[in-house]
């Protein structure tokens, strides 16, 4: 039998077209359960809010007996504005920009004011804190507060949305501090009060946010708090393009006062989904919980009763919205002036933290309890959380915040301490942090001098031993031993040792892995460049280079390349620094004395030129993606060092010059002394 298969291609298409159409209308003319709307099909976007719609609240009908939460009446959203962005002269009003969501008396957006997001922008807000998205689609702030549970009781109440009313909005005229508060109201089936729930926020001129959580019981009767999950911080962006140093984070105090903290990246979250809860050490008291990344943190410090548990990391997608800076920042506007800045940045997921709050006792009735918390929200810097004038700072252990280093176990505190200090005092001098690299390049290289001058001597020694070492390896073939006590014997002859022809390097590798570490973890660096903003190079030292970025070809994403990605990071540019850095190496190790000895041997010649390309790419490949500022002196060190190199080579050489010269004019002085050589008379002839 012929098959038209034609037709039959024709008929399974119409018949998948229409069974996508059924399956389109049924999902979306299909009633929502009660209590319940229908999700968006599309990625909700945020209006603005002079134009967002009021919001119905969700309306429940309670069966006998149940509890609900009071519905607020209907009212137009609003955002309250603590602090702002403004100057007053050299210095900043306020360290951030809070913006709280009235419908989720949370925290949706904080701007720090003191950072920009990107070098090139001309006004600071820095996006520490953005909303996300959780896998429902559903909206998540900062501080919201999720499902609350009674024991003995079966409801659970949704306190992320729509039941919330402003309650407080006041500043204090002596301190400056605004507060702003909501209330949240469970009742019985009779419309009786159970538990007024309020949420205030107080904020200054500091980095601190002071969050309370009051919680009042109206009901006749004790009522015990089963569970009631709390969202920490969330909307944190990536800052390092090499690795995502993004992570949740935990701190506590065991009983003998010793700090213990516990650290998960989001990078091992996304992979291995048992690493979301971190552990509390048995006997431990939580001091806080963060999220944290390259540069920034936003920390929630729980103050008095001590009743979180469970710190979970969860993995949310970046909710996408223009940020808004007002410019004027008045206390009364409720609806500032929309002023548009990029805060879009990939990968679009994020990292957010939530814990759950229980009580061990019940609240009596009539009667109620107050959980304070404060919230840093700012850079990662000692220089903060040491500073006097931040006394709630103090003995916190913020500097714990910081990102392990890869290096940290062969680096020294005190040395990575010292390299700081070193360039921020430069940079009171001059002004300029990649000036400042490049001078503390010249401090090193002239405190090391001495030892590398020894060590040329040496090496240049041991360059003219390497036909002596040939002959008795030849001699003295198939004996090592022997071979070996008289190349020491040869060695100690000539003076040499080949220790000294790597000591200068070795010396400078701590002072490279604290270099690495300070500028890498250092926010003072970040912005900070060798050349203006307006130059679009070598004008962040906390980041690579980026000589030609990718974005100008129209490539948004970072280009991942198998293999090479994992150790050199993603590619967003193409970076001229490191390629210095491998040419300087090459250079280097082309021009170093040693490699006069490989002529001396084949098969040393051959493990010479191997060296000599191998070193260099395998510095490429891994100072690609590291910070330009340490890029910046490993390659002023390296030409700086074949300079230098360069010069004492010829002053030895010259040195050896007058040591020949005066050893063959002392020569001919004691001949002249001796006076001219007598013949020796023959005897006289004989006849016979």
Same mark, same amino acid.
């Given at each position: 039998m012929d098959i038209d298969f034609k037709r039959l291609l024709t008929a399974m298409a119409l018949c998948l077209l229409i069974m996508y159409g059924w399956m389109y209308f049924t999902g979306k003319f299909k009633p929502a359960p009660p209590g319940q709307t229908t999700p968006s099909a599309t990625t909700p976007t945020r209006p603005s809010a002079d134009t967002e719609p009021d919001r119905q609240p969700t309306v429940t009908v309670p069966t006998p007996g149940q509890w609900q939460l009071?519905?607020?009446?209907?009212?137009?959203?609003?955002?309250?504005?603590?602090? +702002?962005?403004?100057?007053?002269?050299?210095? =900043?009003? =306020?360290?951030?920009?809070?913006?709280? #969501?009235?419908?989720?008396?949370a925290v949706s957006q904080v701007l720090l004011s003191e950072h920009k997001l990107k070098v090139t922008d001309k006004k600071t807000g820095y996006p520490l804190l953005e909303p996300t998205q959780d896998d429902q689609g559903r909206v998540r702030h900062s501080l919201m507060l999720g499902h609350l549970k009674f024991t003995g009781r079966a409801e659970t109440f949704d306190l992320s949305d729509n039941c919330w009313k402003p309650q407080q909005d006041?500043? #204090?005229?002596?301190?400056?501090?605004?507060?702003? +508060?909501?209330?949240?109201?469970?009742? #019985?089936?009779?419309?009786?009060p159970i538990m007024e729930i309020t949420k205030t926020y107080r904020y200054g001129d500091n980095y601190v946010l002071d969050f309370s959580l009051d919680l009042a019981n109206k009901s006749p009767q004790p009522l015990q708090i089963e569970s009631l999950e709390l969202l920490g911080p969330m909307g944190l962006i990536r800052e390092d393009p090499r690795s995502d140093t993004r992570a949740f984070m935990a701190a506590y105090f065991d009983s003998q006062g010793k700090i213990t903290v516990e650290r998960e990246y989001m990078s091992t979250i996304e992979t291995k989904p048992q690493k979301t809860m971190l552990k509390k050490p048995f006997g431990a008291s939580l001091q806080w919980f963060a999220v944290t990344n390259k540069f920034f943190a936003a920390a929630v410090h729980p103050i008095k009763n001590n009743n979180l548990q469970e710190i979970e990391g969860k993995i949310f997608d970046m909710y996408e919205i223009e940020s808004k800076l007002p410019t004027v920042d008045k206390i009364e506007s409720k609806l500032p002036t929309v002023d548009k800045i990029e805060s879009k940045t990939p990968p679009k997921q994020n990292l957010a933290v939530q814990t759950t709050l229980a009580m061990e006792k019940p609240i009596d009735a009539q009667s109620n309890i107050t959980f304070d918390f404060e919230v840093y929200l700012g850079a990662i810097d000692r220089e903060i959380f040491e500073n006097p004038q931040n006394a709630n700072l103090n003995n916190l252990h913020y500097e714990k915040l910081m990102p392990n280093q890869s290096c940290a176990?062969?680096?020294? #505190?005190?040395?990575?301490?010292l390299v700081l200090k070193l360039m921020k005092g430069t940079y009171?001098?001059? +002004?300029?942090? +990649?000036?400042?690299?490049?001078?503390?390049?010249?401090?090193?290289?002239?405190?090391?001098?001495p030892i590398t001058k020894k060590s040329q001597v040496s090496m240049m020694k041991m360059s003219k031993m390497g036909p002596k070492i040939e002959e008795i390896k030849k001699k003295y073939a198939g004996n090592k031993e022997e071979i070996q006590k008289q190349t020491m014997a040869i060695y100690k002859e000539q003076g040499a040792t080949p220790i000294m022809g790597c000591l200068p390097m070795m010396l400078q590798m701590p002072i490279w892995i604290a270099l690495y570490t300070a500028v890498n973890t250092n926010v003072a660096l970040r912005h900070q460049g060798l050349l203006p903003a307006a130059w679009h190079w070598l004008n962040d030292l906390s980041a690579p280079d980026r000589l030609i970025p990718f974005s100008w070809f129209g490539v948004a994403e970072p280009v991942q390349i198998p293999l090479l990605s994992s150790l050199m990071g993603n590619f967003d540019a193409i970076n001229l620094l490191p390629l210095l850095v491998c040419i300087a190496m090459f250079l280097q190790t082309k021009f170093s004395p040693q490699a006069k000895m490989a002529g001396a041997s084949p098969q040393a010649a051959q493990q010479q030129k191997m060296m000599m390309y191998m070193m260099p790419a395998m510095m490429f490949v891994f100072f690609y993606n590291m910070s330009s500022g340490f890029n910046l002196y490993i390659m002023a060190s390296t030409f700086a060092g074949l300079i230098e190199q360069r010069f004492i080579r010829k002053h030895l050489k010259k040195e050896d010059e007058k040591a020949a010269v005066g050893t063959t004019t002392a020569t001919v002085k004691i001949s002249s002394r001796m006076g001219p050589k007598k013949k020796k008379q023959k005897p006289p002839i004989k006849y016979t």
């Open positions: 009071q519905q607020p009446p209907s009212q137009q959203q609003k955002e309250y504005i603590l602090g +702002g962005l403004e100057k007053q002269g050299d210095k =900043y009003e =306020y360290k951030a920009r809070i913006t709280i #969501d009235s419908a989720s008396a006041s500043t #204090d005229p002596l301190t400056g501090i605004r507060s702003v +508060g909501f209330t949240a109201m469970i009742e #019985d089936h009779e419309n009786n176990w062969c680096a020294f #505190d005190w040395l990575t301490f009171m001098t001059v +002004g300029n942090y +990649g000036v400042a690299v490049i001078i503390l390049v010249l401090l090193v290289r002239l405190v090391l001098h």
